[in-house]
């Protein structure tokens, strides 16, 4: 059986892509599951928590009932959604793959289409940014308040992860930083396993090797217990 160590607290978890709009049919984004964020949902909720899962597009992964799904698209969206839950929750773990910008939409407007006739010799695109979440809900935590922030990052190697999981985990303000590999094939987007540096506010840091979803969201969890 589960543990009920998660029973009264609320966690709030984002997860899978943003979607950036351009014009009336295009977008920018990356190919993020949701999975190791509906991991984590499943496993906090199994574990007595209630659970509220902002849900970029495109996430598939089933969410039993007793999580509180909200859906958005982009990443502005995604930050109102999870900037009004903020204040009541107890955890937060920031799983989505937010996009950083957006692309400015055309002159002509975004609601309608971009034809190829109107850039006939072709065209650059600028960005915008997008607002942190994470960093921005860190930024404001009470006491008490627990921040899991993941990276995901296109190292050669594990070696090389353990110091981006510490940065980001110093620039971010989490209390838990997991940093995993998006360019190996048993870890990262829609992989059903991940391979990660860990690293927590105490100054404490693992590294695991390729395990389920499941099993690193299990492991995360009594991560946050513990700090
Ligand atoms: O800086 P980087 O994008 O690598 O940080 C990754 C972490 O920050 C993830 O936990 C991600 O969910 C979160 N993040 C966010 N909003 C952004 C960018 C990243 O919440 N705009």
Do not use: Y
């Amino acid at each position: 059986l589960a543990p009920q160590d998660m029973a009264g607290l609320r966690v709030m978890v984002t997860l899978g892509p943003t979607r950036e709009a351009w014009d009336g049919v295009r977008f920018w984004s990356n190919p993020s599951s949701g999975l190791m964020g509906a991991a984590l949902a499943v496993c906090a909720w199994l574990r007595g928590a209630e659970v509220a899962a902002v849900c970029g597009p495109g996430v598939t992964a089933f969410l039993p009932r007793g999580v509180r799904r909200l859906d958005v698209t982009g990443a502005r969206e995604m930050h109102e959604a999870a900037r009004s839950l903020w204040p009541d929750m107890d955890m937060g773990m920031f799983t989505a793959a937010v996009a950083d910008f957006s692309p400015d939409p055309p002159e002509c407007g975004c609601g309608r289409k971009f034809k190829k006739s109107e850039a006939p010799e072709g065209f650059s695109l600028k960005f915008s940014p997008n607002p942190d979440i994470l960093q921005s809900l860190a930024a404001v935590c009470r006491p008490g308040q627990k921040v899991l922030g993941f990276a995901a990052e296109t190292t050669p190697d594990m070696d090389a992860l353990l110091p981006l999981a510490r940065a980001k985990l110093a620039r971010k303000k989490a209390d838990l930083l997991a940093a995993n590999r998006v360019n190996a094939p048993d870890s990262g987007f829609g992989a059903p396993t991940n391979s990660m540096a860990v690293a927590d506010a105490h100054g404490r840091e693992e590294i695991w090797p390729s395990q389920s979803k499941a099993d690193v969201a299990w492991e995360l969890c009594s991560w946050l217990l513990r700090i």
